[in-house]
């Protein structure tokens, strides 16, 4: 069992930055990949980019590509979403998942990130 929580969503101007931080419980953590989903009001979840169980080789939605960064530290059970050049149009839930093979079995609460204008 893998609880996740994020952290670190609010509220921030476009072009802005904010660093959201999924912190997980229990001593398997190194064994999942930990994915990152986000879900705008009125629209379906959508990925944002994931970690390997190692944190080498982070891959990203066309849609946050260049913008974006996925870190992990398996020692804080820890792994970040840094997200720079934001966009109104990433306003949404952001929510972390454990998972392997791309199978998603635990998810966190999500952290509502919010971009003015």
């Known amino acids: 069992q893998v609880q996740l929580v994020e952290s670190g969503g609010g509220l921030v101007l476009a072009g802005g930055s904010l660093r959201l931080s999924c912190t997980a419980s229990g001593r398997t953590f190194s064994s999942y990949a930990i994915g990152w989903f986000r879900q705008a009001p009125g629209k379906d979840r959508e990925f944002v980019g994931a970690s390997s169980r190692s944190g080498g080789n982070p891959y990203y939605a066309d849609s946050v590509k260049g913008r974006f960064t996925i870190s992990r530290d398996n020692a804080k059970n820890t792994v970040y979403l840094q997200m720079n050049s934001l966009k109104p149009e990433d306003t949404a839930v952001y929510y972390c998942?454990?998972?392997?093979?791309?199978?998603?079995?635990?998810w966190g609460q999500g952290t509502q990130v919010t971009v003015s204008l």
């Open positions: 998942a454990a998972g392997q093979r791309n199978i998603w079995d635990y």
